[in-house]
T-cell receptor, first 114, second 114 residues
Framework: GDSVTQMEGPVTLSEEAFLTINCTYT??????LFWYVQYPGEGLQLLLKATKADDKGSNKGFEATYRKETTSFHLEKGSVQVSDSAVYFC?????????????FGTGTLLAVQP | DSGVTQTPKHLITATGQRVTLRCSPRSGDLSVYWYQQSLDQGLQFLIQYYNGEERAKGNILERFSAQQFPDLHSELNLSSLELGDSALYFC?????????????FGEGSRLTVL
C-alpha cells in the first residue's frame, strides 16, 4: 500500500541555519503531497502542499517540490528560527470520491537553539 | 484555532474499561477522521465518516468503534482497554467535497491506560 518515509529526528539546528527534512513516498497513483506541522501541545496544521509533479509548495519560508522521478518531497527552509521548533509530518493523499484520507510519515522533531 | 473541538483533553482509566472520545468538526465540514498517535507507531489512520456514513477504514481494532451523528459530531468508543491503547487520539475534519487533502485537526485527547 501507499506509504511515506521521512528522516528520523531529532534534528537540532542553530538559529538561522539551513533546514532539510527528507521525505520519500510510495504510491500506486498520483497523490497530492503535504507537510503538516505540530507545535507542542497542539494538533497538526497544514504547512504546505503540492498537487502534481514539479509543483512547489511554500509557506512561512518553507518550501518543498514534488519530484515524481525520485518520489520525494523534501522540506527546506533557508534560515530557521526558534519558533520553528516543532514536529514535521510528511503526508500523501489517498483519494477515493469524498475520501481525503492522509497517510503520514512518522514525524521529524526539529529543535532550533538560539 | 482549527475549529475542531475534542473532549476530553485528558483521560486516565484502567485496563478493561471503556471510554468515549468526542469530536465536533468545523462548521460546515461533513467528513470526520480519527487518528491515533503513539510513540512507537506514529500517526495511524483509524476511520473516516462522511455525512454520517463510514467512508474509509484503517488500522482500527475490533475493540474500537466510531459513529457520526446527524449533527455531524463524532464519537470514538474504545473498549476492553489495554496498556498499549495509551496514545493521543486526534480528530480531524474536512469539507469532503473538494479533493484538497487539507484536514483540520483538533488538539487531541490523551488517553492513559493504567
Amino acid at each position: 500500500g501507499d506509504s511515506v518515509t521521512q528522516m528520523e529526528g531529532p534534528v537540532t539546528l542553530s538559529e538561522e541555519a539551513f533546514l532539510t527534512i527528507n521525505c520519500t513516498y510510495t504510491a500506486t497513483g498520483y497523490p497530492s503531497l503535504f507537510w503538516y506541522v505540530q507545535y507542542p501541545g497542539e494538533g497538526l496544521q497544514l504547512l504546505l502542499k503540492a498537487t502534481k509533479a514539479d509543483d512547489k509548495g511554500s509557506n512561512k519560508g518553507f518550501e518543498a517540490t514534488y519530484r515524481k522521478e525520485t518520489t520525494s518531497f523534501h522540506l527546506e527552509k533557508g534560515s530557521v528560527q526558534v519558533s520553528d521548533s516543532a514536529v514535521y509530518f510528511c503526508a500523501l493523499s489517498d483519494y477515493g470520491g469524498a475520501t481525503n484520507k492522509l497517510i503520514f510519515g512518522t514525524g521529524t522533531l526539529l529543535a532550533v537553539q538560539p | 484555532d482549527s475549529g475542531v473541538t475534542q473532549t476530553p483533553k485528558h483521560l486516565i482509566t484502567a485496563t478493561g474499561q471503556r471510554v468515549t472520545l468526542r469530536c465536533s468538526p468545523r462548521s460546515g465540514d461533513l467528513s470526520v477522521y480519527w487518528y491515533q498517535q503513539s510513540l512507537d507507531q506514529g500517526l495511524q489512520f483509524l476511520i473516516q465518516y462522511y455525512n454520517g456514513e463510514e467512508r474509509a477504514k484503517g488500522n482500527i481494532l475490533e475493540r474500537f468503534s466510531a459513529q457520526q451523528f446527524p449533527d455531524l459530531h463524532s464519537e470514538l468508543n474504545l473498549s476492553s482497554l489495554e496498556l498499549g491503547d495509551s496514545a493521543l487520539y486526534f480528530c480531524a475534519s474536512s469539507t469532503g467535497t473538494a479533493n484538497t487533502g487539507e484536514l483540520f485537526f483538533g488538539e487531541g485527547s490523551r488517553l492513559t491506560v493504567l
